[in-house]
Nanobody
């Protein structure tokens, strides 16, 4: 089994910064893409940022220039540095990973439990 555990959420004032971490553990052969999603109150889940095993990244237009996704392959960990946060970005931030459990299996999507980010005005 594979687990994704997020950390780093909390309460921050508008304009502030937070750094989220997501560590994958368990039976892991390889990790393909990893990403961060968010779901605000009454809103649909949306992609925030994504990074491939080769380091290619893509971001939601609304966070470009303010958020940076990175990964440490040796630690099976992905990070999201969030700067200049806005109140409307208050949401549960969830980590997702496309992970192979063995050389004989395909990628499977795993989700973390989520970490709350609250941005006060």
């Amino acid at each position: 089994q594979v687990q994704l555990v997020e950390s780093g959420g909390g309460l921050v004032q508008a304009g502030g910064s937070l750094r989220l971490s997501c560590a994958a553990s368990g039976t892991i052969f390889s990790i393909n893409a990893m990403g961060w999603y968010r779901q605000g109150p009454g809103k649909q889940r949306e992609l925030v940022a994504r990074i491939t095993s080769g380091g290619s990244t893509n971001y939601a237009d609304s966070v470009k220039g303010r958020f940076t996704i990175s990964r440490d392959n040796a630690k099976n960990t992905v990070y999201l540095q969030m700067n200049s946060l806005k109140p409307e970005e208050t949401a549960v931030y969830l980590c997702n990973g496309l992970i192979r459990g063995s050389r004989y299996s395909g990628d499977r999507s795993y989700w973390g439990q989520g970490t709350q980010v609250t941005v006060s005005s």
